[in-house]
């Protein structure tokens, strides 16, 4: 499922990203551009990360997407 449209996200994105130490909304800000546009995919995208981290997952360390060469994808013109 696409939660951030403007930026074309998804929830699976967002739980991979999770996985990789992006566990705030600030960091899947910052390197995904969750919520960057329009904003209303903010509160889905808390979700999403809000039941990830409560199964469980999405634990790892923190660490920036320019370190582990995650893509942060960008609008087409
Ligand atoms: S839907 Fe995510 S910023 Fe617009």
Same mark, same amino acid.
């Given at each position: #499922? *696409?939660?951030?449209?403007? +930026? +074309? *996200?998804?929830?699976?994105?967002?739980?991979? &990203?999770?996985?990789?130490?992006? +566990?705030?909304?600030?960091?899947?800000?910052?390197?995904?551009?969750?919520?960057?546009?329009?904003?209303?995919?903010?509160?889905? /995208?808390?979700?999403?990360?809000?039941?990830?981290? +409560?199964? !469980?997952? !999405?634990? /790892?360390? /923190? #660490?920036? &997407?320019?370190?582990? /060469?995650?893509?942060?994808?960008?609008?087409?013109?």
């Amino acid at each position: #499922m *696409i939660v951030c449209v403007c +930026n +074309n *996200i998804s929830d699976r994105e967002i739980r991979q &990203a999770a996985d990789l130490g992006l +566990n705030t909304m600030s960091a899947l800000r910052d390197d995904l551009g969750v919520g960057t546009c329009c904003g209303k995919c903010k509160s889905c /995208a808390k979700t999403v990360l809000k039941e990830y981290r +409560n199964a !469980g997952a !999405g634990q /790892a360390p /923190a #660490m920036t &997407a320019k370190s582990v /060469a995650f893509p942060r994808r960008t609008q087409a013109a």
